[in-house]
């Protein structure tokens, strides 16, 4: 097992990493910006190791830095949550030439998958069902202008190796396609360093249902069940939760067998989510693979009884999983609802000082609170604007929604402006509570508020 894990990240994911490796007897250091050098938790960590401004593009992303920072704590290990470097693979090899071991899937693996048409490719060629679309990529306007007749409009534009919601663009009239290219484009550029874009059609009404695995390098998969992740906004999500009130046990099992062919033709190792869309029909089609701790494991980790982080350092350190599918059992009812700090109607970013927090009071075995805030801190406008992440589970889906409503109406946070408004609203509507809702909910329910 390791003895030293640097934690190349910061906020409420780096507590995280902390509190299992705690569990394992496990050192560890914790990288900071000049911006976090105040920031509680560095005391929970056995070194620290400032990497440069608040900048991340001096600091959590500053790949040099941070591999500076490794050898001067010396290290064996590198946990990287998730956004900043977590699926870089470039970073990811440097660690691993440096004799460190990357707590992820393999840097070659990767490389292959930060490419969703390479994705979308090997899915075709196992016979997962994939979006219509292209699979190759294309670099020119012209190429997108020839190709959008032969799946009709609307369509998506999408980067290549984009991510977390960034370089997706819907085109729904031919006027649009030069402003929506050149768009995706600057965002590939500045966010990606890549401009390879892909088409997909639209697909209308859809559900966002993923599929939290586990794999090791001796070819198992297990399968933790799906997370229905279709509320979102800005096409990131903002609450999931845990059996999906739609997904029927056949599905189920259909897309348990989906994952399991798709992680053993990437060679992937550790853990990882695949994501689906569901159509109104009821067709599921694959999207795409998060190579990396999703934002939203807590979910699934309150609904199976197990520590995925804690899996994924054991399979990292060479390690098998020690337990098969059948052993795997998800009990109950688990919700996720994110706190961001940002107006809750137009979603801007609202960085400040907290000048009032109380956190819910409820049984731990209900309730769990991920977060890296504290009454006199200052969220900060250089990072991204999650700031706590609620989790809740009971014995039925109606349960959890009461809890998780008890909860956020017992989370005061004072002096910025967060989403809490907007999730209670969530909560309350009659569409998410008859589990009867899709992608387009929040736009649904501030289009009712603004009315």
């Given amino acids: 097992m390791f003895k030293k894990i640097l934690i190349a990240n910061r906020g409420e994911i780096a507590r995280r990493i902390i509190k299992t490796c705690r ?14 050098k105040d920031a509680f938790y560095l005391q929970e960590v056995d070194e620290t190791y400032n990497i440069g401004p608040a900048n991340p593009l001096k600091s959590y992303l500053n790949r040099e830095a941070i591999i500076n920072a490794i050898k001067e704590v010396e290290a064996d290990a590198v946990h990287p949550g998730y956004g900043f470097l977590s699926e870089n693979h470039s970073f990811a090899e440097a660690v691993v030439s440096n004799g460190v071991t990357w707590i992820g899937p393999p840097p070659k693996v990767m490389q292959a998958i930060e490419s969703k048409c390479y994705c979308r490719e090997i899915a075709s060629r196992v016979n997962v069902p994939i979006i219509p679309g292209t699979i190759a990529s294309f670099k020119s306007l012209d190429e997108l202008y020839k190709v959008i007749p032969e799946f009709g409009l609307p369509v998506f534009l999408k980067l290549d190796k984009g991510g977390g919601g960034k370089g997706i663009e819907v085109i729904k009239e031919m006027d649009q396609v030069k402003d929506v290219w050149e768009r995706v484009l600057r965002v590939g550029m500045v966010a990606f360093g890549s401009t390879d874009c892909y088409l997909e059609k639209q697909v209308i009404n859809p559900r966002h249902i993923e599929i939290q695995f586990l794999s090791d390098k001796v070819g198992k998969c297990i399968c933790l069940g799906e997370r229905e992740c279709s509320t979102q906004r800005k096409h990131q999500k903002i609450i999931e939760e845990s059996p999906s009130p739609i997904v029927e046990e056949k599905e189920r099992q259909a897309l348990y067998e989906y994952t399991r062919k798709l992680v053993m033709a990437m060679g992937y190792e ?27 494991h807590p979910v699934t980790e309150f609904l199976a009884g197990m520590d995925i982080v804690k899996c994924q350092i054991e399979v990292a350190a060479g390690g098998t999983l020690n337990f098969n599918q059948e052993d795997v059992m998800l009990e109950g009812h688990a919700i996720e609802a994110r706190v961001y700090a940002e107006d809750p109607v137009n979603f801007a970013p609202s960085p400040g000082k907290i000048s009032n927090l109380k956190f819910p009071n409820m049984e731990s075995r209900y309730l769990r609170i991920d977060h ?11 990072y991204d604007s999650l700031i706590a992440k ?23 946070i004072e002096g910025i402006k967060t989403t809490i408004p907007i999730n209670l609203k969530i909560l309350k509507s009659k569409e998410y509570r008859d589990g009867n809702f899709n992608t387009s909910l929040v736009e649904i329910l501030l289009e009712r508020i603004k009315a």
């Fill in 23 to 36: 569990d394992l007897n496990i050192k560890t250091a914790a990288i900071y910006s000049d911006a976090d």
């Fill in 270 to 296: 550790g853990a990882g989510t695949i994501e689906f869309l569901r159509s109104e029909d009821g067709n599921y089609y694959f999207m795409e693979v998060n190579a990396r701790l999703q934002v939203e």
């Fill in 372 to 382: 890296a805030i504290a009454e006199g801190s200052t969220v900060l406008p250089y």
């Fill in 390 to 412: 609620v989790i809740v589970r009971d014995a039925t889906r109606l349960e959890a929604i009461r809890r998780m409503e008890e909860a956020l109406l017992d989370f005061k």
